[in-house]
């Protein structure tokens, strides 16, 4: 952004080719697809939301749509929810865990749990591992945010696409149904 903070990233890639006899950098696949990646951190997104005068709504389906128009796909998206008021804290989550209520077909996902050892800079949950479809993050953000008393409690969800899945771009959109539907314990993210 304006400031120097970094706010996200726009790679392009592929692999050289020879552009009328010379070499070139292409941003293509060895099938011919086009491949560009975009990133885009929290404060990436809040900059988006508010760089005109439209709505998050709008913002997010035009962005939707204009990926819709050059057959973009998702590979991985990161989909939070707040929690402001500690409603449903840490604990809950750990509590819900250990009751099987993550559970999938009958498996318990692995999980791993870091506690800050009662110094009061947040602890974190985290149910699935990076190398699957889904994993969950629920920790103390206010906490991490340098907030020793706040009761504010994130719930994160990253997917990734796979070969068995794709991430529909209607994830822009509307992430409650995705998260609920991946951990259905969630219900009362709206």
């Known amino acids: 952004n304006s400031q120097g903070e970094h706010v996200g990233l726009i790679e392009l890639g592929g692999r050289p080719v020879e552009l009328d006899g010379k070499p070139t950098i292409s941003t293509y696949r060895k099938d011919g697809t086009p491949t560009v990646r975009i990133e885009l951190t929290g404060d990436g997104c809040r900059l988006y939301e508010t760089s005109s005068g439209s709505d998050h709504a709008e913002r997010w389906s035009l962005l939707a749509s204009l990926l819709g128009c050059c057959d973009a796909r998702l590979t991985r998206i990161d989909l939070a929810a707040d929690d402001f008021k500690g409603r449903f804290p840490l604990k809950w989550a750990l509590q819900r865990y250990e009751?099987?209520?993550?559970?999938?077909?009958?498996?318990?996902?692995?999980?791993?749990?870091?506690?800050?050892?009662?110094?009061?800079t947040g602890?974190?949950?985290?149910?699935?591992?990076?190398?699957?479809?889904?994993?969950?993050?629920?920790?103390?953000?206010?906490?991490?945010q340098g907030d020793p008393d706040s009761e504010w409690v994130r719930y994160e969800g990253e997917f990734r696409a796979s070969n068995r899945r794709e991430l529909p771009l209607d994830m822009l959109l509307d992430g409650a149904p995705y998260m609920v539907g991946a951990y259905p314990v969630l219900d009362f993210i709206e």
Request: charged share 40%.
């Open 99 to 120: 009751a099987g209520d993550f559970d999938k077909r009958g498996q318990r996902p692995k999980a791993r749990y870091i506690d800050d050892m009662g110094n009061r």
């Open 123 to 144: 602890k974190t949950l985290y149910i699935g591992s990076r190398s699957s479809e889904n994993l969950l993050r629920v920790y103390e953000k206010g906490r991490e």
